[in-house]
């Protein structure tokens, strides 16, 4: 699997001519920088301190005894990092903290205090404090000031303070924050969101519950995001914009025609003075520059004049070309001197939508060209809200690694934060991102969970303009983000009409018009709803010929279905107790379960597991529950696939991930563990994909790329649980591009061979060099649905070892001899030598892997070996190969 280079495209040598044209007379420039305050931060409950914030801000006010803070974080993780209350994420433990529904909020009013070290500003140069993120309202104190006028509220508007007159003399400083919790806490009942009165506030749904979580107890309070200092001259950029247009249908190979590159900011002159200066920045060797005047104490917003860039390198989506990436440092110079500068990585792009008259429903083109999406939803990355770049790095790959082009941001969770979508970018994940609502807190549905009516949470949230002016806040944040493709008003429902006009007739267009806003997740504008009900879904666990023969809605914006990891994964956050079997009633259709089971939302794989055979024990239980995983999603993709541009326009899966340890709706865990569903969808939703209907058996080619394939040879064989071969067929055959492509039924035959005890089908698309450029090996169950013969199938013999052929890069030579069985889903783990834990995360480059009699896979393994720095070992266990262990030559 080929990883995006993610090439940073500077032209070096433009760079140096415009840094002798221009920047050669910037010199004694001004100190600019940006740092975090993420380290020693002191905090205290409220009602614990009896002193006010202009005290408490002062140095000389004593917080040695305070508890060590987690900033940025909240409440919760404050206590969890001071181990004052258990892990949430571990067995029942979340029901032995506090909710702040019953401990009324002062119980999670806390200040939160930090001292640092800066000097006081000279001259014309100022200095900013900057917050990023705070649940939910506050009041900001520094060295005994109060920096803002009347309290702040809003969980995403974001606070900027200019500080430069009240920093201390003797560069000794203190910033003390005291943070109020959302104003309603909502009652967590066990309805979709408790008993919808969180979304009364504008912030996240989720914390009050939802059929895939807990309540957060503390409902996310805290100073949740970064706070940084920022130092400027007396001009400060603010909110650049970039704009890149792509006219015309392009390819990602050859020569391009020029892009238009649009470049705006807003500069603020904090000076009481005017100044003079020049706007400026370099994209590939040519200036682009403008002389500006700003009044004293003014903001103005200036735009650039558009530049062609000549022979542009082009972003993509993933799967359909790289995903280039160009610095851009936009500064404002005055007197000789950077007074600000802003770093952007802009992708060169443009993103169309149509409606597409044969699917009814929105088709979504990139740089001229249509793309077939393939999405997973996303809630957030960690429901504390404990964020890191190389989480969200490991975590975009995985969708990546998924052969997924679109991940959407549900609406009950948050704008999602700038490093997500700089590994979107990277990565080339188009983002889908709702704003805040949902259907089920705002009105939707009639709901007696609900405290409400509907007409009253129709209304919600309880304050208006601050939703709007947070959204125009968030706006502005991201927007320069290739990776965002499209603006959503909500998840399942509108906002209020008042904000909607706004946003779609005054926010939208002022702030980021050049991207499709769309007014609800499931809207009859993206999606024509003929079969009624909600207009996305189903959401359960399917036969596999459902997702390939029953049409579902043409832009289907959640359908989804299982997702449990194997035994490993429960034993990270489940007593060893409580991992028992799930007993399924087929009579009744219902599932027992253990109550910890329950508590961590599983959803049934009903019978599916017990054609396999009666799960022995739990490992047993979770190790067929990967077989359905992999079958479930491939089959949900190729299906979609099958009829693309017919039927779909796109397709995304509820869900990929989970924030917390849930037991559904999960292509890995919350530990960054993949199990199978991944790469169910890994070979599902390959670009250049052949695949066959298990219901007519016809044999078909997905071609999602925009060239044509020629001169393949397509070959069709099936094996007996012995190993013994029998083709069926080998043919020439093309396919054009973005479209799929019917071949021939191997139904009559295939039934036949699978009659007794079932059969493995492969499935093999070869180029002119007698290569294998998509393979797909099926198991089809025996003529009464059960997989008997799996559970008869001789051991495996195949031959492992394992290679370093890079600084954390693992090559692994799976070997089956001629004559064996299938060696049937394999799953490969990178582990510590010494102990035989899973290294996380890891990324394969294919993994629950079968190898035929007479063949060899190569499996690739990234990992971090700045993180594990020692040799590891590859675990290596299938369903007729015992689990061993593989030492790496590591003569690297």
């Known amino acids: 699997m080929a990883l995006p280079s993610k090439t940073i495209i500077s032209s070096f040598a433009g760079y140096l001519a415009f840094s002798l044209t221009l920047f050669l007379s910037v010199n004694n420039v001004n100190a600019q920088s940006v740092y975090e305050l993420n380290t020693g931060w002191k905090c205290e409950k409220a009602t614990d301190v009896r002193s006010d914030g202009a005290l408490i801000s002062k140095n000389t006010f004593y917080i040695a005894a305070w508890q060590t803070a ?49 000097n006081a500003p000279q001259g014309v140069q100022q200095v900013y404090l900057n917050l990023r993120g705070v649940n939910y309202s506050c009041d900001v104190f520094l060295n005994g000031h109060q920096l803002n006028a009347k309290r702040h509220s809003g969980m995403f508007l974001r606070q900027c303070y200019n ?53 957060v107890r503390d ?24 704009i890149t247009l792509v006219p015309g249908v392009r390819q990602p190979e050859g020569p391009q025609q020029p892009a238009i590159i649009q470049v705006s900011a807003e500069l603020e002159n904090a000076a009481n003075v005017p100044v003079t200066g020049v706007l400026q920045y370099n994209l590939d060797g040519k200036p ?29 989506p993933n799967g359909y070309g790289p995903q280039n990436l160009y610095h851009l440092n936009l500064q404002f110079v005055a007197s000789g001197k950077i007074s600000d500068q802003k770093d952007i990585e802009t992708g060169i792009r443009q993103i169309t939508t149509e409606w ?28 504390l809200l404990r964020f890191s770049d190389k989480r969200y790095d490991a975590e975009v790959r995985f969708h990546h690694d998924m052969n997924l082009n679109l991940i959407r941001v549900w609406g009950g969770a948050l704008i999602e934060r700038p490093e997500f979508y700089a590994a979107c970018d990277k990565y080339g994940l188009l983002v889908f991102q709702d704003m805040w609502g949902s259907g089920d807190c705002n009105g939707r549905w009639m709901d007696p969970q609900k405290l409400d009516d509907q007409w009253t949470r129709r209304k919600y949230p309880d304050d208006h303009a601050l939703y709007i002016k947070s959204i125009e806040d968030q706006v502005k944040m991201v927007r320069n983000y290739p990776s965002l493709a499209i603006w959503c ?18 926010v939208m267009p002022q702030l980021d018009n050049t991207r499709w806003f769309v007014e609800y997740s499931n809207s009859e504008k993206m999606s024509r709803n003929v079969l009624g009900g909600n207009g996305d879904g189903p959401y359960g666990i399917q036969p596999l010929s459902t997702f390939w023969d029953q049409r579902t809605f043409p832009f289907n914006s959640e359908v989804g279905s299982v997702g449990i990891n194997d035994i490993e994964s429960f034993k990270r956050f489940m007593p060893a107790g409580d991992i028992k079997v799930p007993e399924y009633d087929p009579s009744s259709r219902k599932t027992k379960t253990d ?55 796109g397709v995304i899966i509820w869900k990929t991930q989970n924030p917390w340890t849930a037991l559904r709706g999960q292509m890995y865990d919350y530990y960054l563990d993949p199990n199978a569903c991944l790469y169910g969808l890994h070979s599902g939703s390959e670009p250049l994909h052949i695949m066959y209907n298990p219901g007519d058996g016809m044999v078909m080619v997905a071609n999602n790329t925009f060239s044509t394939h020629a001169n393949m040879m397509l070959v069709i064989k099936v094996y007996d649980m012995a190993g013994k071969e029998t083709l069926l067929t080998q043919v020439f055959a093309d396919v054009t591009p973005t479209t799929t492509k019917r071949y021939l039924s191997i139904k009559p035959e295939l039934d036949k061979l699978a009659k007794n005890k079932g059969a493995f089908v492969d499935l093999e698309l070869l180029n ?125």
Request: hydrophobic share 35%; aromatic share 12%; proline share 5%.
């Open 219 to 242: 409902r996310n309070t805290g100073i949740w995001d970064k706070a940084t200092i920022e130092k400027t001259g007396a001009v400060k950029i603010n909110d650049p914009h970039v």
């Open 288 to 316: 682009v520059t403008k002389t500006v005047t700003l009044k004293a104490n003014s903001t103005q917003t200036v735009q650039l004049a558009d530049y062609n860039l000549k022979n542009p390198k082009l972003w993509w």
């Open 356 to 383: 597409n008259d044969r699917t009814e429903s929105r088709q979504i083109n990139v740089n001229g060209q249509k793309i077939f999406i393939k999405g997973g939803n996303w809630i957030v990355s960690d429901e």
């Open 489 to 506: 008003g909500g998840n399942e429902i509108t906002p209020p009409e008042d904000i909607l006009i706004a946003l779609r007739d005054t």
């Open 768 to 892: 002119t060099n007698q290569q294998i450029i998509s393979q797909n090996i099926y198991w089809v169950p025996d003529e009464k649905g059960e997989y008997s013969g799996l559970q008869s199938m001789a051991t495996a013999q195949l031959a492992v070892s394992a290679k370093q052929v890079a600084k954390g890069k693992i090559a692994v030579t799976l070997i089956n001899p001629a004559g064996a069985p299938v060696a049937f889903f394999n799953r490969l783990s990178l582990i510590n030598q010494q102990t035989g834990t899973r290294l996380l995360p890891v990324f394969y480059s294919d993994n629950y892997v079968s190898v035929l009699p007479g063949a060899s896979k190569t499996i690739t393994i990234d990992y971090d070996a700045a993180q594990y720095p020692e040799i590891p070992s590859v675990s290596i266990s299938g369903w007729n190969l015992k689990e061993q262990t593989i030492k790496i030559n590591s003569a690297f």
């Open 595 to 649: 109550s910890v089971w329950d508590y961590h939302k599983y959803i049934g794989y009903d019978g599916f597991i017990d054609k396999y055979g009666k799960p022995t024990d739990a490992t047993n239980f979770a190790a067929k529950a990967q077989l359905v995983n992999y079958d479930q999603y491939r089959a949900l993709m190729e299906g979609f696939s099958a009829h693309a541009w017919d039927w779909y326009t």
């Open 163 to 215: 500080i430069s007159k009240w920093i201390s003399k003797d560069g000794n400083n203190r910033i003390a924050v005291i943070v109020y919790p959302p104003d309603v806490v909502g009652n967590p009942n066990g309805g979709q969101g408790g008993d919808g009165t969180i979304a009364r506030n504008v912030g996240i749904q989720y914390t009050a519950g939802w059929d895939w979580i807990q309540p």
């Open 70 to 118: 987690t900033v940025p974080g909240t409440v919760l993780t404050t206590q969890i990092n001071n181990k004052q209350i258990p892990d949430p994420f571990y067995g029942m433990n979340n029901q032995q903290i506090p909710d702040i529904y019953k401990a009324g909020r002062d119980y999670y009013t806390y200040w939160f205090v930090k001292d640092f070290k800066e």
